[in-house]
């Protein structure tokens, strides 16, 4: 299984809103709405912010949200803050029964 | 609140077996609908998902390890466990363990990493 596409980084001011894409096929991203989101700080172990596509966990920011179109997600930071910064990645579960994790987007809060 | 903790070896010689524990406090590990997964990062590098065991013991692996890597359960002891044979220096990461949620297929619970380093 391939990994999922992000771009390697995204920038945003404080205040701004920023979009994360995340590409696979129709085998993972497109076949199910099975779609989640971890932010990562350095040296820390991921946190999962996005499940189903588009839904949060308890505790989550509403900053945070989610969508799908086709066999691409997005994940969109609104209000961004310094504390965003992070690398963030996208994950799907697979026609095989597997996951599949995106190739990471660090994103910089300038 | 569930905890994970991995343990094992921080240095595994090449070509030998990667043997790694997660203890999971907190809660039951043979209660609930989770599947206990186990994730690696290479230093600087993305995720990859290794593979992950159910309660009653079914296996997934990631197609790109399937021949090298085990993983099984052990509920009276509330811990899962990885084994990764005739590793190589590309084996060297941070291997993470982690809860899954069956529905929806999420993790939603991580331990804090081990870093173990390949080496002849």
């Known amino acids: 299984q391939s990994a999922l596409t992000q771009p390697a980084s995204v920038s945003g001011s404080p205040g701004q809103s920023i979009t994360i894409s995340c590409a696979g096929t129709?085998?993972?991203?497109?076949?199910?709405?099975?779609v989640s989101w971890y932010q990562q700080d350095p040296g820390k172990a991921p946190k999962l912010i996005i499940y189903?596509?588009?839904n949060r966990p308890s505790g989550i920011s509403t900053r945070f949200s989610g969508s799908k179109s086709g066999n691409s997600a997005s994940l969109t930071i609104s209000g961004l803050l310094p504390e965003d910064e992070a690398d963030y990645y996208c994950s799907s579960y697979t026609s095989s029964s597997t996951y599949v994790f995106g190739t990471g987007t660090k994103v910089n809060v300038l | 609140q569930v905890q994970l903790q991995e343990s094992g070896p921080g240095l595994v010689k090449t070509s030998q077996t990667l043997s790694l524990t997660c203890t999971v406090s907190?809660?039951?590990?043979?209660?609930?609908?989770?599947?206990w997964s186990w994730i690696r990062q290479p230093a600087g590098k993305g995720l990859e998902w290794i593979g992950r065991v159910y309660t009653s013991g079914s296996t997934s692996y990631n197609p790109s390890l399937k021949n090298r890597v085990s993983i099984s359960i052990d509920t009276s002891e509330n811990q899962f466990s990885l084994k990764v044979n005739s590793v190589t220096a590309a084996d060297t990461a941070v291997y993470y363990c982690?809860?899954?949620?069956?529905?929806?297929?999420?993790?939603?619970?991580w331990g804090q990493g081990t870093l173990v380093t390949v080496s002849s």
């Open positions: 189903d596509v588009s």
């Open positions: 129709s085998s993972d991203v497109g076949g199910f709405n099975y």
């Open positions: 907190g809660g039951s590990i043979s209660r609930g609908s989770y599947y």
């Open positions: 982690a809860r899954a949620t069956v529905i929806p297929p999420a993790m939603d619970y």
